[in-house]
């Protein structure tokens, strides 16, 4: 969306994405390239900070400043809001899982929890408690099998979904603003500041560690932060979004682990 001042969130190919009008805290399905408005999401009473579709794009999730999340169909018709039992601080995040035999919805948020909630009933299937800072993001892995949390504490935190249990903590060094599975390597990536980590969780071990050349004539200006990253279907090339409005590309090259 060239020029527009409203968060996008999330894009399916070139025909449909979601974006906040931030005047009326309301999500919007759109045509990305051409700015048309399918569908207005009302029902939230402040600001959206994330979104996501189901794998069948059939459903979407929202996560607010209200400190709820909820559930749509596609028609801008919210048909649950999770609150019992829900985040007591800003929910940072949500997602879906891919898994179809295990369908769940795991959020995150300033209250420093993880919560996977029961996507038939919406109910609280589990807590993960462990971080000592305030969460900004949550990721699923493609096999539906774990997920990642990451925040202030600069702590990256691998969870069991199937059965329901912390496996082990990474150390970023800073704080996470992003995290993302691979889609086809056992890879954890993770936005920290400037530069964005990529562990392989089979070792446990960094494998690399990608930092953007910025050219500044002012030499104390701060680098720009990374908060955004995502991934290409084939696994090839690592998007990243930065603070000085830039997505920088980057590319899985031979030889790479």
């Excluded at 949550?138 to 912390?166: F, I, Y």
């Excluded at 955004?228 to 590309?249: E, H, M, P």
Aim: hydrophobic share 35%; proline share 4%.
């Amino acid at each position: 969306m060239r020029g527009t001042r409203n968060t996008i969130f999330n894009i399916i190919g070139p025909t449909l994405g979601l974006y906040l009008d931030r005047i009326k805290s309301n999500l919007c399905l759109s045509i990305p390239l051409s700015l048309q408005t399918l569908r207005q999401f009302v029902g939230h009473t402040k600001d959206v900070l994330s979104v996501a579709f189901s794998a069948d794009n059939r459903q979407i999730v929202s996560g607010s400043w209200d400190k709820t999340i909820k559930l749509w169909n596609t028609l801008g018709v919210c048909k649950y809001t999770i609150q019992d039992e829900g985040h007591s601080e800003w929910v940072s995040c949500v997602r879906f899982s891919p898994n179809s035999s295990n369908p769940i919805i795991v959020s995150c948020g300033w209250d420093k929890m993880v919560k996977v909630w029961n996507l038939a009933n919406c109910k609280l299937k589990t807590n993960h408690i462990g971080h000592t800072g305030f969460l900004n993001t949550v990721t699923v892995s493609p096999d539906g099998s774990l997920c990642a949390s990451g925040g202030r504490d600069s702590q990256a935190m691998l969870w069991d979904l199937n059965e329901g249990k912390h496996l082990y903590t990474l150390d970023s060094g800073d704080t996470i603003n992003a995290l993302c599975f691979s889609p086809n390597r056992y890879w954890l990536c993770a936005a920290t500041g400037p530069s964005i980590k990529i562990w392989d969780l089979e070792g446990k071990i960094i494998v690399d560690e990608l930092r953007q050349e910025v050219i500044s004539t002012n030499s104390k200006a701060e680098p720009p932060q990374c908060t955004s990253l995502a991934w290409s279907a084939d696994g090839q090339t690592l998007f990243a979004g930065y603070t000085d409005n830039l997505i920088r590309v980057w590319q899985v090259t031979i030889g790479t682990r």
